[in-house]
């Protein structure tokens, strides 16, 4: 029984890893996965942490979280388990990749909510909301 739930997780893995080599077919145009990294916090961007919970594997830490356009969010892979977590907006304009620490920075240039996820944790949603 074990021997089958570790092929299932490899099998998933490898399609997340392989996804992440992609460019997605969003509304923002797509991104391949960012490496870890980006610029530091500063005027105008806004810092969610992607954290570990207690109650679940992770949660992003706050949301949703209110912006203008141009201005940036930058996620902070604080997950002191060394869990890994993604970054990935459901209309696959960006995607973090599997990341355990660092920073993944995007800028949003257009009005509305931006919904993303975790792909490896299903319970960890979180909102954008672009004014």
Known sequence: MNVWKMAIVAAGSALVLGACGSSGG???GG?????????????G????????DPNTVGKFDPTPVTV????SVEWDFADSSGTPH???ANDN???????TSGKFVV????????QYHCTLHAQMLGTVKVS
């Open 26 to 28: 969003g509304t923002g």
């Open 107 to 114: 800028t949003f240039s257009k009005a509305g909510d931006v």
């Open 68 to 71: 203008t356009a141009g201005q």
């Open 86 to 88: 993604t970054v990935t």
């Open 31 to 43: 991104t391949s996965c960012a490496p870890t990294g980006g610029s530091s916090s500063g005027s």
């Open 93 to 99: 304009s960006f995607d973090s990749c599997s990341q």
């Open 45 to 52: 961007t806004t810092v969610v942490k992607v954290v570990s």
